[in-house]
């Protein structure tokens, strides 16, 4: 690692880590391990932080990451992988503080897990195709300790993504539909059960048949490859977009959105859907 963090008895400043080569993928990182470094000692928000502290930071990360997928930003996707990793050596530095582990250890286990998970790459293992490495790749799982396939999926994820997360796991040991129509027959289903607990008046089955109807979409969904989460973010998207012309609208004609009738909010919903 560069060595150069003393501190400039001048200013009371830190000298900025550079690697020696710039081209050199060693050198890039260990500039970049001993700048986070400094940070955690010298930063006063930084230095206090702890693993639970920014725990919640690294999924907003992570979404924003996303969203520069989807617009086809590659310098902001550059930006977000790098806020991405940030977190990823911070972590491990903190971890580190507390004798849990360090950087080299969370290199290391991935690096021998993925040999592991690999072994039509690394070893004698024969396969036909990528179905046959994703079945494969949940049987080494297995392997490894865990109890069920849907181990790993987090509890906290968004429902709709959580969902279809579940049922591609359990897809992979073959328990998944055979013809697209048996899946529609099950949303067709779902839905009618949910209206007639609606009839019924008890919400809460009605809110329980809601979830089996959402549920039964989103596999739904994904037995033709789309992700029902994406999707609906795509339509949140499109909403706000028309939605937020209208108010510019009524902006630009002095009127509040109180003020206009459902008509009127109408048409310049049509107008913005042209646009």
Not at 197 to 215: I, K, P, R, T, W
């Amino acid at each position: 690692m560069p060595n150069n963090t003393k501190r400039d008895m001048n200013n009371n400043k830190a000298e900025i880590p550079r690697p020696a080569d710039a081209n050199n993928m060693t050198d890039v990182f260990a500039a970049y391990y001993e700048l986070v470094e400094i940070l955690r000692r010298q930063c006063p928000w930084d230095s206090k932080q702890t693993n639970q502290s920014i725990a919640h930071l690294i999924i907003e990360e992570a979404y924003e990451m996303i969203e520069a997928i989807e617009k086809g930003d590659d310098e902001e996707f550059s930006k977000e992988l790098g806020d991405l990793l940030l977190h990823v050596v911070m972590h491990s530095i903190m971890a580190k503080e507390r004798g849990a582990f360090d950087l080299i250890n969370v290199i290391q286990r991935n690096h021998e897990k993925l040999i592991f998970r690999h072994p039509h790459v690394f070893g004698d293992t024969e396969v036909s195709g990528e179905g046959e490495v994703v079945r494969n790749w949940e049987v080494l799982k297995m392997r490894e300790g865990q109890s069920s396939v849907l181990q790993g999926v987090p509890k906290a994820m968004p429902a709709l993504l959580r969902a279809e997360r579940m049922q591609h796991k359990a897809s992979r040991v073959g328990f998944d539909w055979d013809e697209s129509e048996e899946v529609w027959a099950k949303v067709e289903e779902e839905l009618r059960e949910f209206k007639e607990a609606l009839s019924g008046g008890d919400m809460g089955h009605a809110a329980e048949e809601l979830g089996d109807l959402l549920f039964s979409i989103v596999n739904a969904a994904r037995f033709v490859d789309i992700i029902a989460e994406q999707a609906l973010q795509k339509t949140n998207n499109k909403f706000t977009r028309r939605f937020e012309y209208i108010e510019r609208k009524a902006r630009e004609q002095n009127r509040s959105l109180d003020d206009m009738t459902l008509a009127e909010m109408d048409e310049l919903w049509e107008e913005a859907k042209e646009k």
